[in-house]
């Protein structure tokens, strides 16, 4: 059974900086695999939005263009944790970021009905 835990949320003020973390369970982010692994965030009342992606076998990364130069998403070397570090960030951070991942490569994956694996999300929220 997969299992997706974030961590690493909490409260910062603006121009701070966070690193979220997505633990693996019975899955890896292997970089030996043909799938993307991904970010996402959900401010309230917003709709589900994407933030970043890395590609397993390439180490491909891409990011939305809202925090484009402002966030790294990356793997550590056991393959087992996903992390997102987030630098100056603003008020309009604020939101629940959760992680995600292909069971199986598929298309448009900037979009969360690309990905089967997702954790519980972890609250962000950016003071002014």
């Known amino acids: 059974q997969v299992q997706l835990v974030e961590s690493g949320g909490g409260v910062v003020q603006a121009g701070g900086s966070l690193t979220l973390s997505c633990a693996a369970s019975g899955h890896t982010f292997s970089t030996n695999t043909n799938v993307w692994f991904a970010w996402f965030r959900q401010a309230p009342g917003k709709a589900r939005e994407f933030v970043a992606r890395?590609?397993?076998?390439?180490?491909?990364?891409s990011y939305a263009d809202s925090v484009k130069g402002r966030f790294t998403i990356s793997t550590n070397g056991d393959h087992n944790t996903l992390s997102l570090q987030m630098n100056s960030l603003m008020p309009e951070d604020t939101a629940v970021y959760s992680c995600?991942?292909?069971?199986?490569?598929?298309?448009?994956?900037?979009?969360?009905?690309?990905?089967?694996?997702w954790g519980q999300g972890t609250q962000v929220t950016v003071s002014s």
């Open positions: 890395l590609h397993g076998s390439t180490g491909i990364t």
């Open positions: 995600a991942s292909q069971s199986s490569i598929k298309p448009r994956a900037t979009q969360p009905g690309a990905y089967d694996y």
